[in-house]
């Protein structure tokens, strides 16, 4: 009986996998977009919002969020209470970035940030710090390539989760 079990719970969880594939990639159009400002389909303005000390993705049209006024996509909000909602000198968190498929714009991103980037590691991190530093704002995807160690296979590994706003 314990088998029949087992085999129940583990087609459970395959129909919640399934589903969670499914609309996962019926997402994924509005997620991963090629322009250079990328929204939630649902969203206009997504922000990090910390509330009791839990960070969570929020929206600028939640009701608690709504009293922080002139917010822009990828903000950092503190919720103190019910009545005051602070907009933190921080950024939202590249991991919350990353988590919701939110492009994060290299020409704002810190070695840590490239860090988290499939396929890169510390010194590629800080080759690309780097090359910025030395070579002024990225203008385009391909301008990366002329980062030593990052040819048009990494590039495509990274492209999904970058856009190229000017600072």
């Given amino acids: 009986m314990p088998r029949d079990v087992s085999i129940a719970q583990g087609l459970a969880v395959c129909a919640i996998l399934g589903v969670c594939w499914t609309v996962g990639n019926?997402?994924?159009?509005?997620?991963?977009?090629?322009?250079?400002?990328?929204?939630?389909?649902?969203?206009?303005?997504?922000?990090?919002?910390?509330?009791?000390?839990?960070?969570?993705?929020?929206c600028s049209t939640d009701e608690a969020v709504k009293l922080c006024h002139e917010l822009k996509a990828g903000d950092r909000v503190v919720l103190q209470d019910q009545q005051q909602c602070v907009v933190s000198k921080q950024k939202m968190s590249t991991a919350l970035h990353l988590n919701y498929k939110i492009g994060l714009s290299v020409n704002h991103m810190q070695k840590a940030?490239?860090?988290?980037?499939?396929?890169?590691?510390?010194?590629?991190?800080?080759?690309?710090?780097?090359?910025?530093?030395?070579?002024?704002?990225?203008?385009?995807?391909?301008?990366?390539?002329?980062?030593?160690?990052i040819g048009p296979k990494l590039l495509a590994q990274m492209k999904p989760y970058l856009y190229f706003a000017r600072p």
Avoid: M
């Avoid at 890169?120 to 690309?128: L, M, N």
């Fill in 26 to 58: 019926d997402l994924t159009p509005y997620l991963f977009k090629e322009q250079s400002t990328r929204h939630w389909p649902i969203c206009q303005t997504p922000v990090e919002v910390v509330e009791r000390g839990v960070s969570r993705l929020g």
């Fill in 113 to 149: 940030d490239f860090e988290q980037l499939p396929g890169i590691g510390p010194k590629r991190a800080q080759d690309i710090v780097d090359y910025r530093t030395q070579n002024g704002p990225f203008s385009g995807p391909d301008d990366l390539l002329q980062v030593k160690g």
